[in-house]
């Protein structure tokens, strides 16, 4: 299996640094990138409607919310740092493909509803600031795609940047908002202390643990913590965890606040003045000039909403591509993988709204973030029995207090989301004209879920989990050839992209040429940058693809083979055949997926395009 964001693993060294502060400072940055998440337009819908409709009541939930997050993010990071895998890799390495296949399609519904609040948090405050309509705002949203390819080859510490830049504009925006709206500090106070004033009271405050405690985020930050390099033994590793735990309480608290205020804001404004159904963002910012006489404070609020936005969709799709690497071993091209990720969430929201118009806006964001409530008990559980797991910790796992914490917060998760699927059912089952449908469709289907959910509960209490080693790693190739075989070709060129293809593509090699001939390992760097600047880019993703061919060529070198090996920059299919036309090759093997159809849209269909521009004969060989 291969590290997660390879391309930014281990980039950022935390060692040799002149004093504590610049130490503690190397390792500060991931939690920002988390924090973003815990304050994204989800967010905001559901704490303008609690602010709204009862006042500084739910503000305990919020606190409650943010004390569960710190927990869950520092097990994350914990299983981060110490296994070297994020909670995606780790829960391949231990269930069985069909349930990590369940777990990936969980997983990505949770993206795709996080994105969907994006996507409407941005055109939302597009709208606002620009008075762009709402359609033409949601499609606008498609322009951030590259953003975060732009960012990540320029590296993680100036993604970091870009992000706390983000935060700080939300939270000075905020600061200022609750200057103009001086809000009653013992309302403020009281609304700490745990109460729930009815039924729809509920609903508001799963939407906020949805919108507060968030499962991509479990996975996003299992990878980040990964991208600082540090002393791996124990005293390190100990240090790594302090640091990150400091990390993640500033963060985290900072978004507390953020959280805290908009709800404050809608509280002190709306539910002071009676206007209890104010759920949509936009009528927020309608009534923020009149209720509270400044001008500025509806341009901060919508600032604030596109820096939000912004911010989160750049860790969403981090969090997408973790997971789709980590569960299915599998990495396509980053800007499909936006579009897809984007698509998914632009097509639902415009059709909504050109149905439904744009006062569903509000209703929609709550219901993405009770869809993210309802997925964290499938990222939670597995993440507090890896990080219970001594074997697996490597004595580094965390002890019975935290345990019993721990599951006394995914507890409380579980069962407010139960009854709130219980009680949606019931209400659609009453209501229904049709109920036979419902008792054959949505009731199955919950209990299936149900199922799941105790059979991850409960199974590595009963079976000990093995852990299935998947790794195509140089180290790994498994290499078969026969000394006294007669070989006929002389000069060997083998394409390989790091997967495991290239194991097949060699032994064929080898059976071509055997241990006399001379090999020529290609491998194609394809990202934008490589496009771009060509072999003049200097990106993380290049030296990662120039550090595992040269891994190829010392282990292959060890074994008596003659190795060379030649990094190509672009698109395969035009640079692997002006490499093979320039060298005086016999012939090139290269190994392919056995993509058809669709595959070959999202992977490229490098091989049929370059067969016709070689003048050597080609051997493809299906993995």
């Known amino acids: 299996m291969g590290k997660s964001l390879e391309e930014v693993h281990q980039s950022v060294s935390t060692q040799n640094k002149k004093s504590v502060f610049r130490k503690i400072v190397a390792f500060f940055g991931p939690a920002y990138l988390i924090s973003v998440g815990y ?12 602010g709204s409709q009862f006042g500084y009541a739910l503000l305990w939930v919020l606190l409650m919310s943010n004390m569960m997050a710190l927990l869950l993010q520092s097990l994350s990071a914990r299983l981060g740092i110490v296994t070297q895998r994020d909670l995606a890799q780790a829960s391949r390495e231990t269930y069985s493909p069909f349930i990590n296949y369940i777990l990936y399609f969980l997983a ?27 359609i033409e705002g949601v499609i606008i949203t498609v322009l951030d795609t590259f953003l975060l390819l732009f960012l990540i080859n ?15 504009i939300i939270g000075f925006s905020f600061i200022f908002e609750m200057i103009f709206a001086q809000p009653e500090m013992g309302k403020v106070i009281y609304g700490l202390i ?46 790594a965890l302090k640091y990150n735990f400091i990390d993640s309480t500033i963060a985290l608290n900072l978004a507390f606040f953020v959280n805290a205020a908009i709800l404050i804001l809608a509280a002190a404004t709306f539910y002071k003045n009676g206007m209890f159904e104010v759920a949509e963002i936009q009528d927020a910012h309608k009534f923020l000039a009149p209720l509270l006489g400044s001008k500025w404070a509806p341009i901060l609020f919508a600032v604030a909403l596109i820096a939000a936005g912004q911010s ?12 789709m690497e980590g569960y299915l071993n599998l990495r396509i091209q980053p800007w499909v993988r936006r579009i897809i990720t984007r698509l998914i969430a632009i097509v639902p929201a415009v059709i909504v709204i050109s149905i439904f118009g744009e006062s569903v806006t509000g209703k929609l964001l709550i219901l993405s973030q009770v869809i993210l409530s309802l997925q964290l008990g499938f990222a939670i559980i597995p993440l507090i029995h890896f990080v219970s797991d001594k074997s697996k910790m490597k004595g580094f796992h965390i002890g019975k207090v935290t345990q019993i914490a721990s599951w006394i917060v995914a507890t409380i998760i579980v069962s407010l989301n139960a009854k709130l699927v219980f009680d949606e059912i019931n209400g659609w089952l009453e ?3 049709n109920p036979i449908v419902l008792w054959f469709t949505v009731v199955p289907l919950a209990f299936g879920f149900l199922i799941l959910l105790l059979y991850i509960i409960f199974k590595p209490f009963i079976v000990k989990t093995k852990t299935r080693i998947l790794n195509h790693s140089p180290h790994n190739l498994k290499l078969q050839f026969s000394k006294t075989a007669i070989y006929s070709k002389k000069n060997i060129a083998v394409s390989v992209d790091f997967s495991s293809a290239d194991e097949i593509a060699l032994n064929n090699a080898f059976q071509l040429g055997g241990i006399d001939a001379k090999y020529t390992l290609i491998h194609v760097v394809e990202t934008v940058g490589a496009l ?34 030649q990094l190509g920059f672009g698109k395969p299919n035009k640079v692997i055949p002006t490499i093979i036309n320039e060298g005086n090759f016999d012939i090139l093997v290269m190994g392919t997926h056995g993509h058809t159809g669709f595959k070959d849209l999202i992977f490229g269909t490098t091989v049929d395009k370059l067969r016709h521009k070689i003048t050597i004969p080609l051997l493809i060989v299906k993995n």
């Not at 993206?111 to 606002?128: F, K, P, Q, R, S």
Request: hydrophobic share 45%; charged share 20%.
């Open 194 to 239: 745990p109460s729930m004033p009815n039924e729809a009271a509920l609903y508001i405050a799963i939407g906020i643990i949805g919108a507060t405690v968030m499962p991509h985020n479990l996975y996003l930050h299992s990878s980040l913590v990964q991208t600082r390099n540090f002393d791996r033994s124990n005293v390190g590793i100990k240090q």
């Open 312 to 323: 989160s969709t750049v860790t969403g799709t981090l969090a997408g591509q973790i997971i």
């Open 154 to 168: 320029k590296g993680i510490r100036k993604m970091e940047a870009f992000i706390i830049v983000l935060v700080a």
């Open 431 to 433: 209501t229904s004209k």
């Open 108 to 134: 990505e519904i949770a993206i795709a509803a996080c994105d969907l609040a994006e996507v409407l948090g941005m055109a939302i405050g597009i709208n606002l600031l620009f008075d762009i309509p709402l």
């Open 532 to 565: 771009v600047y060509g072999e003049k880019i200097d990106d993380h993703e290049t030296l990662i693809d120039e550090k595992l061919l040269n891994e190829y060529q010392e282990i292959l070198s060890e074994k008596g083979f003659k190795v060379e090996t």
């Open 39 to 50: 304050m994204d337009p989800g967010n905001w819908a559901t704490d303008i409607a609690g």
